[in-house]
Each structure stands twice: as C-alpha cells, then as structure tokens.
C-alpha cells in the first residue's frame, strides 16, 4: 500500500512539473523509411528536425522550470523507449546514499539497488525489462528524481541495474554518440493545445502532418511521389479525401517535357492566348520559394479549348492535375468555407506574410504562402500580400477561375474575375 501511494505522489509530482509525450515516426505507400523529420510548433513557431528513427519527446511544463543540461540534477534515460537496456544518468544535486527502484504501472516494485553516488554524472546500466511503461525513482538524502520508461523489448529477462565505472563511461559515451546515428531522443518544448506540424522526408518523397498531440502516439507518414519531369520534388498533403500539393508548382515543362514558353516581355504576355510562365518579377530567385506563375493558358483543362491553348498537355506531375472548380469547392468546405477557410490554409507567421496574416492557423498544413501576380503591362504585385491559385476551370472566355488568400483577411475567396492573361501560381491535386 505504501508503494502504490509513493508511486502515486510521484506520477502526480511528474504531472505537475513535466509531463512527456513520445512521438514516433514510420512510413508507408512509396517508401516505410522516414530519414528525416521537421517538426514545427504552430502556435509559438519554434523548429527543429531530427532523424526519422529517433523518438520526438514532447517535454509540457506548467508552471516549474525543467531541468536543464547545465544543471547538477535530474535525471536522463537513454535511449527511451529502450529495446534491450538504456542508460541512467543521474546528476545528484548532492553526493551521499541514494536508492534506485523500478516500478510497473501498478505500483509494483520490480527491483532496487543502493549506491553510494557522487556530486555530479552517474551512470547506471538498466537491463531486463519486458514491453511495458515504468517508472524509474531516484531518491537521495534531500532530493526524489524519477522520469517514465517505455520499454518495447519482445523477451524479458533478470532486470539489473549495475553501475558503469569511470572506463565503462567513458565507453558508455562513446556508443551513445555512435547510437545517434540510429536512434535517439530529442527535446521539444510543448504547451497542450499546441498545433504542430511535421514533414516527414524519404529521399524524394516528402509528407505533411499537423497534429495536436495529447499522448504518446507513432505518426505515419504516407509518402505519395510528386515529382514533376524536371525532378523538383514536392511535398504532399492529405486534407479530407483529397491528396495535395503541399506547395506551389515550379516546372517549366509540361509532363510530357515539352517547353512551356517564358516570356519576359509584357507586350507578348498580354496578348498571347497559348500556355506561358514567368517568375515575379522575372526574377528566378523568387521561384524557388514560391513557384513559378502561369498564364490560365497553360493550366486549361477545358475539353472545348485545351487543345488550342495547351496541346492538350498537363502541366502538373504524372498522376496529378491543376485543380477544378469542384475541387476546390470540396477544399473550401472542408475548412468551413470561403470567409474563413483561408485561415485554416495559409502558412502561419510572417517569414512570407506580410503582417497582420489574419486568421492564419495553417491547420491543415496546405501552407500557403504569398507568391504574388502578375498583371497586364508588366505588372508585378503583392509578393507579401496576396497568393492566387488556378482552377483549371473557365468562368467566359476572358476569365478563369480561381481561389485567392490575402494577408488581411481569413478567407479564400472566388469572388474575383481572373483574367486569363494573368500570372498566378498553381497547386495540383492528386488524380
């Protein structure tokens, strides 16, 4: 009974001052392998990115600092999860006797030692354990550590808890960095409620999932290729039943790698009634951010003028297409529609937008950035302020259709008459 309430002071002292969500990666579709992983918090817009085998620690404070690697006490497990052993290391904030015990879930104590420990690292060998949670207490003459383990080991054996000497350490530390490589935990700091967003990276592929995590799970990431005959690579997004693009398009060739015309000088742009691209600005450098801009020419998918203005010739990846108005219906439903579904679109901050980014939640990871227009007379405008997206659809024979976000407003809206001879951006939609 005593060591069922100890335990329970302890897990309830571990939820008041940091609680930890495990979050671990795997892959599926194209590839099971996740190289990397970039992780964005939404809300506070911290990054960081790791390697696709390691487990993201989600570290939640409320109210009481954690510790620090500059400071004398906590401690560490590594790795966690453990598959056959990991690695206690304890910084005592005092040297003297302390007690090291393991508990099951229930409140079991499954073994304990007695060590005498100095006033800075100890490492201690932790070895035995079958699949499960415990949790791991350290308690000294004026100090309690402890910290949760999950174990995913598939046989048990006799659990130990040996202590490495000065050599063994030093070794220990040695394997630590070459395990790293493999397999190892990273801190992030996170307040519940946070949004976070995660790219998961497999070679060429690359997947996009925003999640509000609230306890330990393994993320999938399902790696769909998007990759248009110029070999740029792009990153994709699921939003309801639909498979996106999760940027703007680049190429300046049609799938069948046929040239799409550039044309620079605003008197042929004007006029021209056949697919072209420009970048904004006629500046390059702008597109490798943003994307490349079309005229609505070269995304035509109309059967009645497709072949006059195209050649009947896609413009987007293999197995992909420009989106129709129907698509984008479905889109802008889904994220509650046109007055403020925008927000739940564009990316977040103002690495790309121009402040205020009104309503910007970015929570279902479209990210949409500013890329700007391109209008009659050789007209640039609004690289931080606005993004226009085709519809591969017609509205007369002067105008297409289009969805268009702004850095004011949370909408994405169709309430416009897009001029064909314009330049926006485009992004496709898996077929």
Not at 4 to 14: D, E, G, P, S, V
Not at 112 to 123: T, Y
Not at 294 to 323: I, L, Q
């Amino acid at each position: 009974m005593k060591i069922t309430l100890l335990l329970f002071a302890i897990l309830c002292t571990l939820k008041a001052n940091a609680q930890n969500y495990l979050i671990s990666f795997e892959g599926s579709g194209a590839s099971t392998t996740v190289n990397s992983v970039k992780v964005e918090n939404l809300t506070t817009g911290t990054t960081l990115t790791l390697n696709g085998s390691d487990i993201l620690r989600l570290t939640i404070t409320t109210g009481i600092n954690s510790v620090d690697d500059n400071q004398t006490s906590e401690l560490k497990i590594f790795p966690n999860p453990m598959t056959d052993n990991s690695t206690l290391k304890i910084y005592p904030p005092v040297a003297g006797d302390a007690t090291i015990t393991v508990y099951d879930m229930t409140g079991k104590m499954l073994t304990q030692i007695q060590s005498e420990l100095e006033n800075g690292l100890q490492e201690f060998h932790l070895s035995g354990l079958k699949s499960g949670s415990y949790l791991i207490n350290v308690i000294g003459n004026t100090y309690q550590l402890s910290r949760k383990l999950l174990c995913n080991s598939k046989s048990a054996g006799i659990i130990r808890i040996e202590k490495i000497s000065s050599n063994q350490a030093s070794n220990r530390k040695r394997d630590e960095a070459d395990f790293k490589g493999v397999q190892s935990t990273v801190d992030m700091e996170y307040t519940p409620g946070n949004r976070l967003k995660f790219i998961g990276i497999s070679g060429n592929y690359s997947t996009i999932i925003t999640d509000i995590p609230s306890s330990d799970k393994t993320l999938n990431f399902n790696f769909v290729p998007c990759t248009d005959i110029e070999n740029n690579n792009y990153s994709v997004v699921a939003i309801e039943t639909q498979i996106w693009m999760g940027e703007n398009l680049k190429t300046t060739k049609y799938n069948d790698g046929t040239d799409i015309p550039n044309v620079t000088d605003p008197d042929i742009w004007d006029s021209l009634k056949i697919g072209a691209y420009c970048d904004w600005g006629n500046n390059p450098s702008y597109s490798v951010i943003s994307g490349r801009m079309y005229n609505w020419y070269a995304v035509d998918n109309t059967e009645a003028t497709r072949v006059a203005s195209n050649g009947g010739k896609n413009v987007c990846p293999t197995g992909w297409h420009v989106p129709t108005e129907a698509d984008w219906k479905i889109l802008s439903d889904y994220v509650g529609g046109s007055s403020v579904g925008g927000g739940k679109l564009k990316e977040t901050g103002f690495t790309h937008w121009a402040s205020p980014n009104t309503g910007a939640t970015n929570e279902t990871g479209f990210t949409a950035i500013p890329s700007g227009v391109r209008e009659t007379a050789g007209m640039f405008m609004d690289i931080t302020d606005l993004i226009i997206l085709w519809s591969s659809s017609e509205y007369d024979p002067l105008n297409g259709q289009a969805r268009r976000m702004v850095s004011n407003k949370p909408y994405v809206s169709k309430d416009f008459f897009f001029s064909k001879y314009y330049g926006y951006s485009v992004r496709c939609i898996k077929d």
